[in-house]
């Protein structure tokens, strides 16, 4: 059981570094138009979807990548609470 909660705390972090990353290349000119980009795009943006319908821009900064990751991270808190609990 603690080899599942410990595959499933990985894959939450790299997933979490995969969104920053995607973040990061919009600072870019022209990086989410390569390979890896594209990659990124397929992999992130299903999941940034819900929080950019919900969380309007302020101006133009968008503030639902954060709220994603910040998600993300308590996701993460609860699978460490849930391990505790069982073991």
Not at 49 to 63: A, C, Q, S, T, V
Request: glycine share 8%; charged share 10%.
């Amino acid at each position: 059981m603690g080899q599942l909660f410990s595959l499933l705390y990985l894959a939450i972090n790299l997933y979490s570094f995969m969104l920053i990353g995607y973040i990061l290349m919009s600072w870019f000119p022209g990086a989410r138009d390569s390979q890896f980009g594209q990659f990124l795009a397929k992999a992130c943006e299903p999941y940034l979807e819900p929080f950019r319908k919900i969380i309007p821009p302020l101006g133009m900064i968008d503030i639902s990548p954060i709220v994603a990751i910040i998600t993300l991270h308590l996701a993460t808190s609860g699978l460490m609470v849930l391990q505790g609990m069982l073991m």
